[in-house]
């Protein structure tokens, strides 16, 4: 059953806390992407990655960074978490020639 | 700006109806063009989509239009359920060597009363 994890599902932190999202998939996927989703604003790419170690920027990276050793794992960091933060973080990953994106079931964030 | 645009943060159709959800884009080059469905706590998935050398696709109750001239994309959804109820997310992007950087648009609320 083709999967993509995210985990976790709901995150509780203060602002100036590290925060970890995790995110995985079973079907080796090349690319993996990681977006937010806000009221109004739809899905915003924030970062994209096309395999092992080669990430790209996508619409809104200040304030995150990520993360790829391994083809079916992909973190999104925060360093030092802002309110402005707190969104519903989405994982997708789409096979090398295709466009269809496979999400997770989204990370709910909290940033006191 | 908004490369990506529903302008229709809401539409409520009767059960039976046709339901035309619609989409705006800027950029010229994007070459691929999807509608995803969201139920409230579930994940986006992907429900049509059509690339530019077509203008358009039918999968069953679903159609998607493309106006490439007017950068403008719908979907169509005939005989509308209540359980097509769900947020509808329109995506655009280009193609880049077999992956696309999809911007989404800010979501349709599609509400089939019945």
């Known amino acids: 059953d083709m999967k993509v994890t995210q985990m976790p599902r709901y995150l509780i932190k203060r602002m100036g806390e590290n925060v970890l999202l995790e995110c995985g998939q079973d079907m080796s996927h090349e690319t993996m992407y990681w977006y937010r989703q806000d009221p109004g604003l739809g899905l915003q790419l924030i970062y994209i990655?096309?395999?092992?170690?080669?990430?790209s920027e996508g619409d809104i990276p200040k304030g995150y960074r990520v993360s790829r050793k391994k083809r079916e794992h992909f973190s999104l960091i925060l360093d030092s978490a802002k309110t402005n933060q707190t969104s519903v973080y989405f994982c997708?990953?789409?096979?090398?020639?295709?466009?269809?994106?496979?999400f997770g079931s989204g990370t709910r964030l909290t940033v006191l | 700006g908004q490369q990506v645009k529903q302008s229709s943060p809401s539409l409520t159709v009767q059960e039976g109806g046709i339901s035309i959800l619609n989409c705006d884009y800027e950029n010229d080059m994007f070459d691929y063009f999807a509608w995803y469905k969201k139920y409230p706590d579930n994940s986006p998935t992907l429900l049509i989509s059509?690339?530019?050398?077509?203008d358009k696709r039918e999968d069953g109750r679903l159609t998607v239009f493309l106006n490439k001239s007017g950068k403008h994309f719908s979907l169509h959804i005939t005989a509308s359920q209540p359980e097509d109820t769900a947020v509808y997310l329109c995506?655009?992007?280009?193609?880049?060597?077999?992956?696309?950087?999809?911007?989404f648009g800010e979501g349709t609320k599609l509400t089939v009363s019945s």
């Open positions: 059509v690339r530019s050398n077509v």
């Open positions: 995506a655009a992007g280009e193609n880049q060597g077999g992956s696309a950087k999809l911007i």
């Open positions: 997708a990953s789409s096979p090398g020639g295709e466009e269809t994106l496979y």
């Open positions: 990655s096309y395999d092992v170690d080669s990430n």
